[in-house]
């Protein structure tokens, strides 16, 4: 039997807009009604409602407008299962001109063992496998979270700013500022 070869792997664009947020790449007419993930909150849940601002950066520090990002989170009672007010799991394609994508969500809670944190998905062009990460935050106790403890003296690159709506996050794909992914 002759020997195969592997297929070449396929990154994700540069038509990722198109087939996932076709919104985006400007064709409302063949959307079929809102985007899968646009939106978290879906009626008036309890737990308080924050904007996550998420910025994508390659290894040059320029912002990368072809990415898409999904989000998985607890609820804020620290379950990961969503309901008919609230939806545990988003999807927003970042800008075309700033690479922000931003969720309207709800804080999330702590669930058993660790640290409240909203677990990222990213994709975009050049990008083979997706890149998964956490994004935790600053006012909150990260101390015994096993997953940070692993990004060690790194673990800076996976905490968020505080906003006066919320929080804002950048996730630098390379360089000095690389954010800690996790091979999952």
């Keep these: 039997m002759p020997q195969l070869k592997e297929s070449p792997s ?13 919104q985006m790449a400007g064709l409302e007419a063949r959307a079929m ?11 008036s849940p309890t ?20 990415a898409l990002i999904e989000i998985w989170q ?18 927003q394609a970042t800008d075309l001109t700033s690479g922000q994508a931003v969720f309207q969500t709800l804080k999330p809670g702590a669930p ?20 998964t990460t956490r994004i935790y935050f600053p006012d909150e106790d990260n101390a015994d979270d ?11 690159t996976l905490i968020a700013r505080k906003t006066a709506g919320g929080y804002a996050h950048a996730v630098h794909l390379q360089g000095p500022s690389e954010t800690v992914f996790f091979d999952v």
């Design 146 to 156: 096993p997953v940070l403890a692993l990004a060690g003296d790194r673990a800076a």
């Design 47 to 66: 737990g308080d409602r924050i904007t996550l601002d998420l910025h994508v950066f390659d290894g040059a520090g320029d912002a990368v407008t072809d």
């Design 112 to 131: 058993v063992g660790q640290a409240p944190h909203i677990l990222v998905w990213i994709v975009a062009r050049g990008i083979g496998l997706g890149l």
């Design 10 to 22: 396929q990154t994700a664009g540069p038509y990722v807009h198109i087939g996932c947020t076709p």
């Design 33 to 43: 009604g809102p985007q899968l993930g646009e939106r978290m909150v879906l009626g």
């Design 74 to 91: 607890p609820t804020p009672q620290g379950q990961f299962t969503g309901d008919d007010q609230f939806c545990n799991w988003g999807r």
